[in-house]
């Protein structure tokens, strides 16, 4: 019989990572919460993202280009097997800077990541012409960019649906209002109890957004999160004129530009603020002027997950041995890697190599007596 | 940006909104109303400032008159679409001004329920409120073979309206069910409260048959079909199949709270599963909940009916003029006091009514090639499909269909997503799905320039 | 022509639709004038349906139009003016 695997979380990294651990052969259940619980997968911006990871984390940098490597042949045997098209580009993208202040923090930012990476990097500062070559709709105040060839963006809600429709396939278990509380041991078996259940498992993954952190420390890993709303807008269906994506917007298939990219750190209630927002759309003016007359039909401000210092978290338990906690800002970006690699590793009893970096014994500091 | 003040914003110009502008001024505040629509009146007074035909309830005309010369600040045409502390944005001609007021009241009434039936999109078809707008509102009423369909008073009221003007519906295909007149009989006890309601609807029943207009009761399995038009309507009654050629199409399943603006600037709801719609959560019977100086009014709130709604605007009016200190404890009891006696003796009328004239063109009903969300153009089996699929709530059906996201915002298709997931999961989740700023479509450029404030928005990932 | 007028008046101005001059009545809503003379949809969907106004008091979007050069207007809330452009939001 083959063995059994929990993952606590039915977001965009439970799902990844359930779908490794079922191609590896193992028998999978998803623990999700409840309708009205915050879900960093339905409030994030789809962005397929390296330019700007690990400038100052090499490993980080590496993981992340990793994942967007192997995210092409991920998209396709998503289409493949489920029929969804999760609208997965990959031609690069931009970083506007309107400023000169912009200009050069960007360009500082440019040269770190060069001098840390460097043959591997495929980040550098361009010019306006440049930019305009590719998107000829931006305004004069785009003074130049940070491009990366590796960058691109994803529709995270059909993402959502094709990894369900996979996971479904595979014959993974997504077991909805079911609330884990914390993980044990019922003598040598590792189990999972949560409001009227106790389950058993050979592994278990704890991916449940900022859940995680307390879940997690049931079972002796210190994974330290903390919340940040991202505040986003959304507009009418336009026709597509935008084809590279940045953070700040862009512009999804079907139409709808997408713009705001803003941080509220430690900000755990969801919702939007019209100062905010309208800096948003003061920024998504200067990069698009054509913006202007178009209409806004709705924002949103997601609480999504930030490891407190950044990086992503990657925890084994020496308390409940096959137990794991994983939390990262980018889970869209890490989906593939996820999947194709971290999901697989777990399934036969340990983490990647590559994460031993990203490990909880990070934050286990000896504070002087 | 224009700044103007004043005591008291009211947003709409309906019974609830033109009583609560005159009482308001009545206990000597300022008073501003926003308007989205061109005149005063809402939607059952539509037209009342500048009468083309004369069907309006007797208290209409004196509300309506009472509010014109009341002195307060009428705005036709301003779409509220958000509100920061006392400050109220709203775009009037594709540009956005704000207004300052101590207390808000929101009185935007209802709207129709939407009618989830097959071919409900086409051109053609609309609501029987749509026809009610069209006669009132600008004179026109139509020109060629058209019919009624759905369920309620509203339906033999316009039918008898339409004809008596010149224009006949060619039927009137009543989707009540027969069956419900027993069970909804106990609670006709409460209509002795409110007796010209009883006589009115006994009325309406009399004169249509006076009329010879032709009905068919307990239809269902309503079907329009077309190409670029509505053309024939197709239905069962009395155990037989009926196809009738139209021109027009007039639907109506009663009507539900169009409540989207209170919901965005952070008023909570609840599901009525009697009447599968969201009514606001309130503190008493005019305080929005969890909101500052938010009071709200009319069938906006909960439906209560016209009459409930002028009543209810006093009262908000009065509630709000006492917060603010314009009216003493003493004064406020006592003129509150009758209102809220009057109040519930007309809401116990309103059991039979809600019993007897509960939803029929529910998804539930509905084939699965009926259109739910109009303007993603999600049908109800695409629905089905995820409600099955797993989706066991509002929030992740709307992020697994897309309904709700197009430009009305869920006006069209929350009540009918949260009915379908009371239908087929009953312990569903019917958190209703949130509604931010701006609470209608504004230019990028209206956000722009309504705060000129510190930049937030960064460039990096 | 799917409506009529009720009074016997003449017709106050004129407005414009998709190049052509139509008779307009003061007061009336541009999706009433639209209606009378019998314009048979006012957008098309993302798929290239045809929609008509539908609910007439600002709640469906589906009579939203390109007045007088700004996108997206809903008629049905926006009464007639003498002069008044009217068309169909193109592909924008």
């Not at chain 1, 278990?204 to 420390?217: D, F, I, P, S, Y």
């Not at chain 1, 949103?300 to 210092?309: E, F, K, L, S, T």
């Amino acid at each position: 019989m083959s063995e059994r695997a929990i993952v606590i979380g039915g977001g965009i990294v439970g799902l990844s990572i359930a779908l490794g651990l079922a191609r590896a052969g193992l028998g999978v259940v998803i623990l999700d919460g409840a309708d009205a619980d915050n879900r960093a997968s339905y409030g994030n911006a789809g962005l397929v993202w390296v330019q700007s990871k690990g400038a100052d984390h090499v490993p980080y940098a590496r993981w992340s280009r990793q994942s967007a490597r192997l995210w092409p042949a991920f998209a396709a045997e998503l289409e493949q097997t489920t029929g969804i098209d999760v609208e997965y580009d990959q031609r690069g993208g931009f970083s506007f800077c309107l400023d000169e202040a912009e200009v050069e923090a960007r360009r500082a930012m440019v040269d770190k990541m060069a001098a840390r990476l460097g043959p591997e990097n495929d980040v550098e500062f361009v010019d306006a012409g440049f930019v305009r070559q590719r998107v000829p709709h931006v305004g004069p105040k785009v003074l130049g960019a940070s491009w990366c060839p590796s960058d691109g963006h994803v529709n995270p809600l059909l993402l959502m649906g094709a990894l369900r429709k996979r996971a479904a396939a595979l014959g993974i278990d997504i077991l909805y209002g079911h609330k884990a509380t914390r993980i044990g041991m019922n003598g040598s078996h590792l189990t999972v109890y949560g409001e009227g259940f106790g389950m058993r498992a050979d592994r278990v993954v704890v991916a449940a957004g900022l859940a995680t952190q307390e879940l997690a420390a049931t079972a002796g890993m210190t994974v330290p999160l903390k919340p940040v709303r991202g505040q986003i807008v959304v507009t009418e269906r336009l026709r597509k004129v935008i084809d590279y994506p940045t953070p700040t917007t862009r512009q999804a298939r079907a139409g709808s530009v997408i713009f705001g990219n803003s941080h509220e750190d430690d900000m755990a209630v969801p919702g939007t603020t019209l100062s905010v927002i309208a800096s948003h759309a003061q920024r998504a003016i200067a990069e698009f002027p054509f913006l202007a007359s178009r209409r806004i039909l709705r924002s949103w401000g997601a609480i999504r997950v930030m490891p407190r210092d950044g990086r992503p978290v990657y925890a084994s338990s020496g308390t409940c041995p096959g137990a794991y906690a994983i939390a990262c800002h980018s889970g869209i970006t890490l989906t593939a890697i996820h999947a194709g690699i971290v999901g697989p590793f777990i399934a036969a009893g340990e983490l990647p190599p590559a994460v031993s970096t990203f490990s909880d014994e990070r934050f286990h500091v000896v504070s002087p007596a | 940006m224009t700044r103007d003040r004043y005591d008291i914003a009211i947003v709409g110009a309906g019974p609830a909104g033109m009583a609560a502008a005159v009482e308001a001024r009545r206990l000597g505040l300022s008073v501003a109303v926003l308007d989205d629509q061109p005149a005063a009146g809402g939607q059952i007074l539509r037209g009342i400032t500048r009468p083309m035909t004369g069907h309006y309830e007797k208290w209409g005309q004196p509300l309506a008159s009472a509010f014109q010369a009341s002195g307060a600040a009428h705005l036709p045409g301003a779409a509220v679409w958000a509100r920061e502390g006392s400050r109220l944005l709203y775009s009037m001609n594709g540009e956005t001004r704000s207004l300052v007021a101590g207390a808000l009241v929101l009185a935007t009434g209802s709207m129709e329920r939407p009618a989830v039936v097959a071919g409900n999109t086409l051109p053609s078809v609309v609501t029987v409120g749509a026809l009610q707008s069209l006669m009132k509102g600008s004179g026109c009423v139509p020109a060629g073979r058209f019919v009624l369909a759905g369920n309620g008073p509203l339906l033999l009221l316009c039918a008898i309206q339409f004809a008596e003007a010149g224009a006949r519906p060619a039927a009137i295909i009543q989707t009540t069910p027969s069956s419900r007149l027993l069970p909804a009989l106990p609670k006709a006890a409460g209509l002795l409260f409110d007796p010209a309601l009883l006589m009115k609807g006994l009325g309406l029943l009399v004169r249509t048959r006076s009329l010879g207009i032709p009905l068919h009761a307990g239809a269902r399995d309503i079907r329009i079909d077309g190409t670029a038009q509505a053309e024939t309507i197709r239905f069962r009654a009395r155990g037989r199949t009926m196809e009738m050629p139209v021109d027009l199409v007039a639907l109506h399943d009663g009507v539900v709270p169009n409540d989207n603006l209170a919901v965005s600037l952070g008023a909570k709801t609840t599901w009525n599963c009697e009447l599968s719609c969201y009514e606001l959560v309130m503190e008493g019977v005019t305080k929005v909940a969890g909101l500052d100086n938010v009071w709200a009014a009319g069938d906006s709130v909960a439906i209560h009916g016209g009459y409930q709604a002028m009543l209810a605007g006093r009262l908000a009016a009065l509630d709000a003029a006492h917060t603010l200190g314009f009216v003493d404890a003493q004064s406020h009891k006592t003129a509150t006091a009758p209102l809220l006696r009057q109040r519930r003796r007309l809401l116990a009328a309103r059991r039979f009514l809600d019993a007897y004239y509960a939803p029929t063109l529910l998804p539930e009903q509905a084939p699965d090639d009926a259109t739910l969300c109009r303007c993603e153009e999600v049908s109800v089996g695409t629905v089905r499909r995820k409600i099955a699929e797993g989706a066991a709530g509002t929030r992740a059906l709307k992020a697994a269909t897309r309904c709700g996201m197009g430009p009305c915002q869920g006006r069209q298709c929350t009540v009918s997503l949260a009915s379908l997931l009371a239908h087929e999961i009953p312990h569903a989740q019917f958190e209703r799905p949130s509604l931010r700023v701006p609470a209608r479509p504004i230019t990028v450029a209206e956000l722009a320039e309504s705060h000129l404030g510190m930049r937030h928005t960064g460039s990096d990932a | 022509m799917l409506f009529r007028r009720l009074d016997e008046k003449r017709a106050s101005a004129i407005i414009t639709f998709d190049g052509k001059p139509l008779a307009a009545f003061e007061g009336e809503s541009v999706a009433a004038c639209l209606l009378r003379h019998g314009v048979g949809f006012t957008r098309l969907t993302p798929s290239g349906a045809k929609r008509a106004p539908y609910c007439l008091m600002g709640a469906c979007f589906e009579c939203t139009m390109t007045v007088d050069g700004h996108t997206n207007v809903q008629i049905c809330l926006t009464r007639i003016r003498d002069g008044m452009v009217v068309e169909r939001s193109s592909d924008i």
